[in-house]
């Protein structure tokens, strides 16, 4: 019997309407469209403004758009995983609510979160769930708020975030497709560098904070900036060496849209030619556990069975890593 492995069989995903781009950012704090492309490479990011619709909102229009062009019944989906770092509440499970209402009835659920590194983790727990050969079909779904704990007082962290969702299915494979492996990191020391202080249960919410706005995420940006470039980088490495692989064998990287300098310090690192790293960080900035699905949703139609995908992904905890997959389907288009 040839072994499973996990193949991603399908994406969705889903960005807000309101965009708000360089040019509004400008109005708002001391900045310049200037300054924010050549030190992020943003043009605009996509804001949830409708009141009352948080993280759920995203989660569900991406799971639907998934849904809805592979054809599914959402009553054959068994797990709903929803990478976050902003869910909608603290104590119910976005997930649950979120497989609810797309009508995955017959799934559990729940949710994950590490911070930027949340849906590259996220691949792997699915992954794992589809080769140990208990469930056939798992939802990951990749969804950020950020604007609801962005200070758009604070211009070192405002100008990058945006919101957004993105979704794909995982299904078993016996041709050797989908997941291959997988290079996972965390250090712990980092958290001071990048964090939402109050609200959680070390320092839960006062008035006093609240009015001084520790619950927003503020960021050290150039600490975090340097170890991200060395760690995506480096896992990025690590990954090509576990496998025997060369930069010719990389048909594409899928890399965390944090910032385009990172992206391109990652994709320098290992020499690989520009036409194969995906970018759309102009477009969205960076929507956290959005950014990898969203990237597979912008080029599916560019993607060939058999292609050879590094994802690498960096962010707050410190949590980094680096995975290899085989594309499974071609589009058609
Ligand atoms: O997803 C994972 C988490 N996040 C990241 O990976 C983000 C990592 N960090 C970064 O992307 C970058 O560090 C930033 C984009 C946040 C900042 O870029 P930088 O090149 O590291 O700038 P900096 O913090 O070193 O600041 C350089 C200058 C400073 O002025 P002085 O001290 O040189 O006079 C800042 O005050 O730029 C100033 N500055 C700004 N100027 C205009 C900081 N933010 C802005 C701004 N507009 N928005």
Redesign the pocket.
Known sequence: MSKISAAITAVGAYVPEYVLTNQILETM????DE??TS??GIKERRILKDEGKGTSYLAIKAAQDLINKKGIDPKIIELVIVATATPDMKAASTASYTASKIGATNAFSFDMDAA?SSFLYGMSVAASYIESGRYKNVLLIGADKMSSIVNYKD??TC??FGDGAGAVLFEPNSEGLGFQNEYLRSDGSGREF?QATYGGSSFPLTHETMDEGGHYAF?E??T??KN?VFNMADATVKILERNNLTKDDVDWLAA?Q??KR?IDATAQRIDLEEHKVMMNIHKYG?T?SATLPLLLNDYESQLKKGDNLIFAA???GFNWGALYLKWAYNTGN
């Open positions: 704090v001391d900045t310049n300054w924010i030190r992020t930027c211009r070192a100008i990058i990048l960021q940006g150039r975090v900036f991200a965390h944090a910032n990172i960076n956290t960096f962010g707050g």
